[in-house]
């Protein structure tokens, strides 16, 4: 005869199907089989991905409200202190965009004499 067991809430964000913890070595397996399939180096880590997550929204000019929102932090300056690598690649980018188009209006001006 069967057990009936019943699901036991721990107000977890992920669970077992009986509302226990997760085992973090199975997590860990399964996580480097989903990368895999993916074709994403397995050396990976969730927070690693948390901080790719970040890295990518900045580098795609994605809102800090909306990424610190995603990230579940209190606050986009905490978000921006806390990914200021990429936001100074970002700085360096801007200010080599704006060379660009300075140079090309020097060009223009210069050629219009």
């Known amino acids: ?6 699901y036991a809430d721990h107000d977890l964000v992920f669970a077992t199907p009986l509302g226990t913890p997760l085992d973090r070595d199975n997590v860990t397996k399964r996580l480097g089989r989903i990368l895999k399939d993916a ?10 991905l948390r901080h790719d997550h970040a890295t ?5 000019h994605v809102d ?3 990424t610190a929102d995603r990230l579940g932090h209190h ?8 990914y200021t690598h990429a936001v ?3 700085d ?6 704006l060379q660009a188009v300075l140079r ?10």
Do not use: Q, V, W
């Open 56 to 60: 990518m929204a900045f580098a795609m």
């Open 75 to 82: 606050s986009p300056a905490f978000t921006l202190e806390r």
């Open 1 to 6: 005869m069967l057990i009936p067991y019943t």
């Open 104 to 113: 090309e209006a020097r060009r223009k001006a210069t050629e219009a004499g």
């Open 92 to 97: 360096d980018d801007a200010a080599d965009r």
């Open 88 to 90: 100074r690649e970002l």
């Open 39 to 48: 074709g994403i180096p397995t050396a990976r880590s969730f927070h690693t």
């Open 64 to 66: 800090a409200k909306a």
